[in-house]
């Protein structure tokens, strides 16, 4: 089973709207949350990362919430843009452990 | 400066055929990783060079797939004989020390993928 699942697997929003992306995770001992934007044909980009004392990061329109104790992160995009169009990725780190886990991504559409 | 390079951006090669793929990580970056990203699927671990240390290679699939990194900067992932279920896209990574996270790990930059087609 993955170790990190998001939902929804994929989201078309209208120009403008919000969404909430979600992510649950087993990872343990946990170290921190990252969520990566990939954009069609190109490799991930970090927005945010966020450690265990963390519970709120933002970069720009995006917001991402993090709940250790029941394990669960959230990506909020606000006002969304054509250029939001992507892959958004939730990694999470273990402790004492340079390996990721990945989910397998939010695909995110945005329409005019 | 520049991020981490991958060529080629795109390889189509029959079944039974060697591929070489390449990354050119970040200057001054210690550590690299290799990534198969299959269609619908998440990033799936293959191997990770750190410095001088033997590499993780815990990832890596079956004995048809290696990975060298050459003077600690360029890395090439290996296919041989390569089959259908290999097709995917390719990722690297690469990360320094000066990017500690805090509560551990690296922050890893990516290069854009090899997208590999395997007819």
């Known amino acids: 089973k993955n170790q990190v699942e998001q939902s929804p697997q994929s989201l078309i929003i209208l120009e403008g709207k919000n969404c909430t992306l979600q992510?649950?995770?087993?990872?343990?001992?946990?170290?921190?949350l990252r969520w990566y934007k990939q954009d069609t044909g190109r490799g991930p980009v970090s927005l945010t990362i966020?450690?265990?004392?963390?519970n709120t990061k933002s970069n720009g329109r995006y917001t991402a919430t993090l709940d250790a104790d029941t394990k669960q992160s959230s990506l909020h995009i606000t006002a969304s843009q054509l250029s939001d169009s992507a892959s958004y990725i939730c990694v999470v780190s273990a402790r004492g452990n340079n390996r990721l886990a990945f989910g397998k991504g939010n695909q995110v559409v945005v329409i005019p | 400066g520049a991020g981490v390079s991958q060529s080629p951006s795109n390889k189509v090669t029959e079944k039974g055929k060697d591929v070489e793929l390449r990354c050119d990580p970040i200057s001054g970056h210690t550590a690299l990783y290799w990534y198969r990203q299959s269609l619908g699927q998440g990033l799936e671990f293959l191997i990770y060079f750190q410095g001088n240390s033997a590499p993780d290679k815990s990832g890596l699939p079956s004995d048809r797939f290696s990975a060298e990194r050459t003077g600690g900067s360029v890395s090439t992932l290996t296919i041989q004989r390569t089959q259908q279920e290999d097709s995917a896209v390719y990722l690297c990574?690469?990360?320094?020390?000066?990017?500690?996270?805090?509560?551990?790990?690296?922050?890893?930059?990516f290069g854009p993928g090899t997208r590999l087609t395997v007819t």
């Open positions: 966020m450690t265990f004392s963390e």
């Open positions: 992510c649950n995770y087993t990872v343990s001992p946990f170290s921190n």
């Open positions: 990574a690469s990360s320094s020390e000066r990017g500690l996270v805090i509560g551990g790990g690296y922050e890893q930059y």
